[in-house]
T-cell receptor, first 111, second 114 residues
């Protein structure tokens, strides 16, 4: 069965610094991978997803993620953090089945 | 388009009481989902539906029932609420292709069971 591990329940970065949120997955077949973001008191919204094709995926708000099969990873990055990026981020995996979400990483951005 | 809406936004129940949470979507999506979100646990799937009249169990279905009588609505019922069901409940829907499609989430219902 598929699963997702997000390393670090809370990450804090300075404004303008690199954002790196880690996600490792377990899947018995080529997976579909997702990053969702949740702003305070809101539902989740899709940042980006990998299904097939190019392993570097670009999403909204300047975020991108790279699918690395050899490392079973799908880490989320953004070159320069903005205060508005403060939110909770969820990695998710699907084997053409309902999504399985990680436990989330809360990103704080310090001015 | 309103997207995905959830009713109510907040609710407080006493142990043993029942209630129904309503999810409605106006995007003509076939797939609908109910999740619960608890601190440090991420989102866990309760039940889902791949079309009108169909439902299936997710990861944590015990204590909940669902119905999908109309394509645009997905109801989540608690027959006898327990404190362990205190949580934030999210509904989501997605396009009628497969599970790789983007899920669109409602704003959530915060439920407290005393």
């Amino acid at each position: 069965a598929q699963s997702v591990t997000q390393l670090g329940s809370h990450v804090s970065v300075s404004e303008g610094a690199l954002v790196l949120l880690r996600c490792n997955y377990s899947s018995s077949v080529p997976p579909y991978l997702f990053w969702y973001v949740q702003y305070p008191n809101q539902g989740l919204q899709l940042l980006l997803k990998y299904t097939t094709g190019a392993t570097l995926v670009k999403g909204i708000n300047g975020f991108e993620a790279e699918f690395k099969k050899s490392e079973t990873s799908f880490h989320l990055t953004k070159p320069s953090a903005h205060m508005s990026d403060a939110a909770e981020y969820f990695c998710a995996v699907s084997e053409d089945t309902p999504l399985v979400f990680g436990k989330g990483t809360r990103l704080s951005v310090i001015a | 388009n309103a997207g995905v809406t959830q009713t109510p936004k907040f609710r407080v129940l006493k142990t043993g009481q029942s209630m129904t949470l309503l999810c409605a979507q106006d995007m003509n999506h076939e797939y609908m989902y109910w999740y619960r979100q608890d601190p440090g646990m991420g989102l866990r799937l309760i039940h889902y539906s791949v079309g009108e009249g169909t439902t299936a169990k997710g990861e944590v279905p015990d204590g909940y029932n669902v119905s999908r009588l109309k394509k645009q609505n997905f109801l989540l019922g608690l027959e006898s609420a327990a404190p362990s069901q205190t949580s934030v409940y999210f509904c989501a829907s997605s396009n009628p292709t497969d599970y790789t499609d983007t899920q669109y989430f409602g704003p959530g219902t915060r439920l407290t069971v005393l």
